[in-house]
């Protein structure tokens, strides 16, 4: 069995950073890249320097000429317009960065942004959680390894829902403990069971697509045939479907 990962304070996974003394995974600030002549609040942005550039100001409007006097009537002459010309700007500092447009505090899970095309690809729970054949997954595999992959596949399904949302915390190991050893005290395998169950509600909530999965079913289903791992698992292709 493969080992689960530690995490410690400050590691960075999916764009979200892990507060050891909080105990929760926070999203990192992104800022935006800019392109060479991009122009904000002013200035413009030179890949070559690696800086803003103040734009330089239009030039003032030439002054109007003077009126041409009829032939009769001597006409005083109007004077040009005085035109104020705006002080040049103060020179930005090499580690200033240009005020920017906050984005929208209503997104869940930050984007990252595509090196290749400049397009901005958001990070959510499907690129993490696999989408698995139920049928493989419930008999074939267990069946092949004689049980083993049943062990390796709950642990699994519990790392992917870990790191697809800061706000599911789980130990996969410590699940796995729950199930396989602690059949010997008869009421952890059932007690862990459910909370999976929980967690695979919670992912699907959060994805947007509504908590269909129940833990009391999945308990339930332990008790024929083991279809607890099949019908977990076909929950938990709904989020990686989408």
């Known amino acids: ?17 892990y507060d050891a003394s909080r105990n929760e995974w926070l999203p990192v600030p992104t800022a935006p890249a800019y392109q060479d002549g991009d122009v904000v609040n002013g200035y413009r942005y030179s ?12 030039p003032p409007p030439p002054p109007a000429p003077p009126s041409v006097p009829a032939p009769t009537v001597a006409a005083p002459s109007v004077p040009a317009p005085s035109v104020a010309v705006p002080a040049d700007p103060p020179p930005p500092s090499p580690y200033a960065i240009p005020a920017m447009v906050a984005a929208p505090a209503g997104a869940l899970v930050p984007a990252a942004a595509n090196p290749a095309s400049g397009a901005v690809v958001p990070a959510g729970p499907a690129n993490v959680i696999k989408r698995r054949n139920v049928l493989v997954v419930w008999l074939l ?8 992959y049943h062990w390796y596949w709950y642990v699994k399904i519990n790392s992917e829902l870990r790191d697809s949302n800061p706000r599911i915390d789980v130990k996969p190991f410590l699940a796995w403990v729950a199930l396989v050893p602690g059949a010997f005290l008869l009421v952890p395998p059932f007690i862990t069971m459910y909370n999976t169950g929980k967690r695979i509600a919670t992912a699907q909530a959060d994805a947007g697509i509504g908590a269909s999965c129940s833990p009391v079913i999945g308990v339930l289903l332990m008790f024929v045939f083991g279809l607890n791992s099949l019908y977990y698992q076909s929950e938990l292709n709904k989020i990686a479907a989408v």
């Open 141 to 148: 595999l267990p069946l092949v390894t004689f049980g083993i």
């Open 47 to 58: 890949a070559a320097l690696n800086e803003w550039v103040p734009v330089a100001a239009a």
């Open 1 to 17: 069995m493969a080992d689960q990962p530690i995490y410690s304070d400050g590691d960075i996974v999916n764009g979200y950073r």
